[in-house]
Each structure stands twice: as structure tokens, then as C-alpha cells.
């Protein structure tokens, strides 16, 4: 029912009389502005009284549990009095009321930027994707799970409290009555906490860091005597608890509630189609190997093998040989001109051996069976003398071949060498 001044980007107003101002949110929709927040800075020289107006009274209309926990807290909460506050407004959220009321007529500033990257927003939006996808593997760690205790004493003591005394509370019931209790307790303190976060660490440090110290240390000693979770029930249960702290981070850490659903919703497919995406790539891999050529693999020969591959290419490559001399496109005399036996080249043709008789005769009578055997023996020997002084065979090698380069070759060497 008061007419209240409406907040725009930039804006600096200084006023002395009480006075209420607002700001309306942009309904238009930008992606830019998804870590987006603008910061309300309100200073004077005296002290004055911040006061939160909410346009929700009834909570019981609250759509969402968050807003009906915010809704329970504004209503306990009480007004601020102090020379400096600082409201930080998201982006596509509600529309933001507050009322100023200075205690004296002296003036007072009020303020509006807006910061394109909250790193706070951005910070728990990372939290929240990196918690999500690695919470079946922090589940397990014994150093996660001694940390996530710390923080939970810390932040929500009567709920570690609680559960550290789950033991001695016989009926479920009443566990839960009193553990929706302590969370609804934990979440007013939290938000109070957070309000007046600046203010406690400037006046009341040294109680801060007590606290903290206190309360950690008593945390870890009591998971520690606990110890980390075995059973998979439990661990399973971990794992969810870690989810769905994952799932209010990045609700948390963005402006635009849409695209927290979405990167919700794609997290959670993702999750669900880790599964089949693993049987599809072993069976790509299965596929990929039966199809793939196999590696040549080479196979020595034996002597045999080799002499009978030998004779077997060579009749082949005969064969060959005359039936491209046969072909009425081979330029016959001109190959015969350039022969000096016309005759046997015309019998190779026809289907004569390639050898004569005399031949294969002087052949057989100079690299024989016995000619092959004095050849093998005298290898042998020459090997055993190379390998008892295989310098001086070389030196004298050397100096022979210096001072006979045209010297005789006896008969074994002449048929090794042919």
C-alpha cells in the first residue's frame, strides 16, 4: 500500500526519510544474464533498519520447498539495523521489496550494479555438475566422506546431532518428526548466517573461527570413531544424499530456473544412458576387430621349399614366355635379328627345353654331387680359419689385393663364384 521507488541498473539515490524502494524483474529472457546478479548497496554515516516486504504471507501457498522455507524465515526474521547492507538480487527472480529507515535525519545511499559474472553463482553451478558426476566414486572415499561430515556439523549441527544420536531414538517416526525439525532450524540459521555473514566476521571474528574449529573438529572425531561407510545400503543412500546436494547447487547457481531443469533433466539422462552407451561402444570395438584385416604374417622357407618354389616359377615364367612369343602380336623378326641362334630360339618356341642335352651334361659333370661336396668342405674350413684370427685373414686379404688384383682363382672358387 506505499508508493515505492522503483530500482533501475545504475541507479544512486540518496535520500534522509524513511522510505521504500523495489525492483521489478526483466520477464524477458536473455542467456547472457544466466550468472548474472545485481548488487544493492545501501550506506550512512548512521545507523538504519533494513526490512525485508515480502508480498507472500501465507506460506502454505509456497510452490516449491524452497520458497517455503524462505517464506518461514522471512517471518521470523528480524529487521536489520547497521550503516552498511548489502542485498545481492538474482536475475528472473521475484520481484525484490525492501524498506529503509534511518534512525536520524542524516542521508542515506542507495546504490545498484550489476555484476555480469557472480562468481559465487558460477561457483556452485560447477559444484553442483562436478558433485553429480563423480558421486559414486566421492561415495567411496573415505577423505570425502570424512569432509561432507565436517560440513554438515558445521552448517547443520543439530542435524549432525541428531544423527549421531539416531541410535538411542527406538521408532522411526519420531526420528523423522525431529529430524524435519532440526532441518527447518538448520535452514533458518543458515539463511540469518548468510545475511549477516559481513557483519558477524568484522565484529565477532574471534567467535566465528572458534565455532568452526570447535565444531569441526568434533565432527571429524565423531566420524572418525564411526568410521567410513561399508555396508552398500549406506553408501547407496550416500550417493543419492550427494545427487540430490549436486541438483541444489546448480538450482542455486543459476538465474534462469529453466535451464536449471534442463541441465538437471540432461545430467539425470545422462546418468540413465551411461549404461547402454557402454554395451554399444563394446560392442562398436567387437565389431571394429571382426572387421578389421589381419596382419600379414611372413613364413620363412625351408631349402627344399625354396629349390621347389624355384623350379616350379621358373617353368611358369617359360611357359609364359612362350606363349608372348606365340601371340601374332610379337614382333618375330625383329627379335629375330637381334639373336645369334634363330633356330633354338624357334624350337623354344614350339615347346624344346630351353637347355640342350649337352649342356645339362657339362652341367652335371662340373657342379655334380661330388663338386658340391668339395665345395661345402672347403666353406667350412675357410669359416674356422676367419673366425681364429679374423685380423690377420683380413690384413693379409688386404695386402693381397693390393699387390694382386688380377691373380688366379682356383677351380672351387671359380664354381662358387659361377
Not at 332 to 360: C, D, M, Y
Amino acid at each position: 500500500g506505499r508508493n515505492c521507488s522503483f530500482l533501475q541498473e545504475m541507479d544512486v539515490i540518496q535520500k534522509r526519510e524513511e522510505n521504500c524502494y523495489c525492483y521489478v524483474q526483466n520477464r524477458t529472457i536473455h542467456l547472457q544474464y544466466i550468472w548474472s546478479t545485481l548488487q544493492v548497496r545501501v550506506n550512512s554515516r548512521e545507523i538504519f533498519r533494513f526490512e525485508p516486504i515480502s508480498e507472500q504471507r501465507n506460506c502454505g501457498n509456497s510452490e516449491t520447498v524452497l520458497e517455503f522455507a524462505a517464506c518461514v524465515v522471512q517471518i521470523f526474521w528480524k529487521t536489520e539495523t547497521s550503516t552498511e547492507t548489502f542485498l545481492s538480487i538474482k536475475q528472473y527472480g521475484k520481484d525484490v521489496c525492501f524498506r529503509i529507515e534511518p534512525f536520524k535525519t542524516e542521508p542515506y545511499t542507495v546504490s545498484v550494479k550489476r555484476e555480469m559474472l557472480d562468481g559465487k553463482l558460477l561457483g556452485f553451478f560447477l559444484t553442483g555438475i562436478f558433485l553429480f558426476h563423480f558421486a559414486n566414486t566421492l561415495s567411496r572415499n573415505t577423505n570425502f566422506f570424512y569432509l561432507s561430515g565436517i560440513i554438515l556439523g558445521v552448517l547443520a549441527l543439530l542435524v549432525f546431532v541428531l544423527l549421531t544420536l539416531r541410535r538411542f531414538i527406538p521408532r522411526h517416526s519420531t526420528f523423522w518428526i525431529l529430524m524435519s525439525g532440526c532441518w527447518m532450524s538448520s535452514l533458518y540459521f543458515i539463511y540469518c548466517f548468510k545475511e549477516n555473514m559481513q557483519w558477524l566476521w568484522s565484529e565477532h571474528r574471534s567467535y566465528l573461527l572458534g565455532y568452526f574449529l570447535a565444531v569441526g573438529m568434533t565432527s571429524f572425531a565423531i566420524c572418525y570413531q564411526h568410521g567410513p561407510l561399508t555396508t552398500e545400503p549406506s553408501v547407496t543412500l550416500f550417493t543419492w544424499v550427494i545427487k540430490l546436494t549436486a541438483f541444489l547447487l546448480i538450482y542455486c547457481g543459476v538465474t534462469i530456473p529453466e535451464v536449471a531443469y534442463a541441465v538437471i533433466a540432461a545430467s539425470l539422462c545422462s546418468s540413465s544412458l551411461r549404461y547402454p552407451l557402454s554395451v554399444a561402444s563394446h560392442l562398436g570395438r567387437k565389431m571394429k576387430n571382426h572387421f578389421k584385416p589381419k596382419k600379414l604374417v611372413f613364413k620363412f622357407l625351408t631349402e627344399e621349399e625354396y629349390q621347389e618354389q624355384g623350379e616350379r616359377e621358373t617353368a611358369r615364367a617359360l611357359e609364359e614366355l612362350c606363349s608372348f612369343c606365340r601371340n601374332p602380336d610379337f614382333p618375330s623378326w625383329l627379335a629375330v635379328s637381334k639373336l645369334q641362334a634363330p633356330h633354338r630360339f624357334a624350337g623354344f618356341v614350339l615347346g624344346s627345353p630351353h637347355i640342350s642335352a649337352a649342356e645339362t651334361e657339362a652341367h652335371e659333370q662340373e657342379y655334380g654331387i661330388w663338386s658340391f661336396l668339395l665345395e661345402e668342405q672347403l666353406s667350412e674350413t675357410r669359416a674356422e680359419d676367419e673366425q681364429d684370427d679374423p685380423d690377420s685373414s683380413s690384413h693379409e686379404g688386404g695386402e693381397e689385393d693390393e699387390g694382386e688384383p688380377h691373380g688366379q682363382i682356383p677351380f672351387p672358387y671359380a664354381a662358387e663364384l659361377l
